[in-house]
């Protein structure tokens, strides 16, 4: 469910911030930042390694969304579900 409702969180957070700036590197950057900083709430680490995830996710957003807000949400739901997916993978086999 994360990569649903995260992706759907991330999206006025985008629009807040390109309200702002119109470099979208630096809206990716800050928006990385933002979401960095909210995981890092459970586990400081979590949010540093989780950075570079959400600068390509709002990259990827931003990109299909010139084709279609349709498909830059799915899109982004599925690079995050990957994430998740294989870190979980990744957890049940080191246990």
Sequence with gaps: MAPIF??????PVILIL???IKNIVFVSILSA???GVIHSLQFTFWGIA???LFFFM???Y???????????????MII?????GTAMLLAA???
């Design 50 to 52: 989780i950075f570079p």
């Design 58 to 60: 709002t990259m990827a």
């Design 18 to 20: 390109q309200k702002f």
């Design 93 to 95: 086999i080191e246990s």
């Design 6 to 11: 995260e992706t759907l969180l991330m999206i």
């Design 33 to 35: 930042l933002f979401w």
């Design 62 to 76: 931003k990109y299909w969304n010139k084709t279609s807000m349709g498909h830059a949400i799915l899109v982004v």
């Design 80 to 84: 995050h579900a990957l994430n998740n």
